[in-house]
């Protein structure tokens, strides 16, 4: 099996540094992807991933295509940032990610990134569909919210045609990676709901086999959905579990108590 990079260009904390290399931590999420190709997924909320990247010693001009998990903020605007638009990389993402969202508190809640330029500096692709980035890495599209204690609220609203309305975060999605291991699975913030990702990378990429699951897991102590996602994972073990981005420290403790799991950070590589 060729080697697979991938590096932690953006979470909410950041791995010790020294002297000079220094790495940014800040609310979101970002990692590059070295497989049969070179995928940037999610950006970030600054140009504070490119930072990172640089310390890690990536060439993001290297970049073949840009995926992003979702419509937030804290997964996009640092693609602003990025002048990749002389030569034309592919981005691909759910059509939703342009939703004009809110927070509880009525705060904007979506993406500083306008269409039209994204359009100008990419080959934008807007897909509910699985869409295949490469031989090795699938973008699993719209997420199907199949079980029972999963997306079941929500604290969002969207304005569609001047009225409020309940935001699902329909866009949510994630990436698949095919390796001989099993599926290694990198997810955003899983507001689709961690579980049902999974399951839903299993059928679209015919593989029961799920050897990492990587990202934000969204998962709050003190509710019924961590309790029952540790069950799943305990009923469906994962050789490698990574909850980062939007789990709250009791919730990864638990996951360290049921999973020995290690916390990453923004400025950790992996390489499978």
């Known amino acids: ?23 940014l931590a800040q609310h979101g999420f970002s ?20 930072k990172n ?12 295509c840009v995926a992003l998990s979702h419509g937030h903020w804290d997964h996009t605007d640092g693609l602003a940032a990025l002048q990749l638009n ?14 004009d969202r809110h927070k509880a508190t009525g705060e904007y809640n979506g993406t500083a990134l306008d269409q039209k330029d994204l359009t100008d500096s990419f080959d934008v692709i807007l897909t509910r ?10 973008f699993l599209g719209e997420i199907p919210r199949v079980n029972d204690f999963e997306a079941q609220k929500t604290p ?20 698949a990676i095919d390796t001989a291991r099993g599926l290694v699975i990198v997810t955003g913030c899983a507001h689709a709901g961690i579980c049902n990702i999974v399951e839903h990378a299993k ?19 003190g509710d019924d959905q961590l309790g029952k996602t540790v069950d799943y994972f305990s009923k469906n073990p994962v050789d ?8 709250d420290l009791a919730a990864l403790c638990t996951f360290h108590s049921y999973f020995g799991i290690t916390k990453l950070c923004a400025g950790d590589t992996l390489l499978l």
């Open 1 to 23: 099996m060729s080697d697979i990079h991938i590096s932690i260009l953006m979470e909410d904390q950041a791995k010790m540094g020294f002297l000079n290399r220094k790495f």
């Open 31 to 50: 990692v590059f992807i070295e497989a049969d190709t070179n995928v940037l997924f999610d950006a970030g909320p600054t140009d504070s991933f490119m």
């Open 53 to 64: 990247a640089t310390l890690l010693g990536i060439d993001l001009k290297k970049t073949d």
């Open 86 to 99: 002389r030569l034309k990389r592919t981005l691909v993402a759910h059509p939703d990610i342009f939703s």
């Open 129 to 138: 569909e699985p869409f295949s980035i490469s031989d090795k890495i699938t």
């Open 156 to 175: 969002f609203s969207q304005i569609i045609a001047g009225q409020s309305q309940e935001d699902w975060v329909m866009d949510d999605t994630a990436l």
């Open 203 to 221: 059928a679209v990429c015919d593989e029961e086999k799920v050897h990492m699951v990587l990202g934000g897991f969204h998962l709050l102590a």
């Open 240 to 247: 490698r579990l990574y909850p980062m981005h939007c789990t």
